[in-house]
């Protein structure tokens, strides 16, 4: 089994930047790809941002540009630093993994609210 914890959510104003950390533990092995996902009220559950254990990243494209992902292998650790935010990105965003085998696994979510 495989835990993933986000932290570094909150309310934040549009045009600033905030960063999202997400750090895993237990069975962590054969890992192809971390990513963040992202749901607001009263829509599915969206990619934000991947990266593969080669380190091949992909953005949504109402992200691009503004939004960085990245991993340390070592730490078992992904990072997304959110720029220039807007309301829209108002959402609960999740942590996830996936495993060559198949498996994945998700954290609970952290609140990023965008307002003035």
């Known amino acids: 089994q495989v835990q993933l914890v986000e932290s570094g959510g909150g309310l934040v104003q549009p045009g600033t930047s905030l960063g999202l950390s997400c750090a895993a533990s237990?069975?962590?092995?054969?890992?192809?790809?971390m990513a963040w996902y992202r749901q607001a009220p009263g829509k599915q559950r969206e990619l934000v941002a991947a990266i593969s254990n080669g380190g091949i990243t992909n953005y949504a494209d109402s992200v691009k540009g503004r939004f960085t992902i990245s991993r340390d292998s070592a730490k078992n650790t992904v990072a997304l630093q959110m720029t220039q935010v807007k309301p829209e990105d108002t959402a609960v965003y999740y942590c996830?993994?996936?495993?060559?085998?198949?498996?994945?696994?998700w954290g609970h979510g952290t609140q990023v609210t965008v307002s003035s």
């Open positions: 237990g069975r962590i092995f054969g890992v192809r790809t």
């Open positions: 996830n993994l996936q495993q060559w085998s198949g498996a994945e696994y």
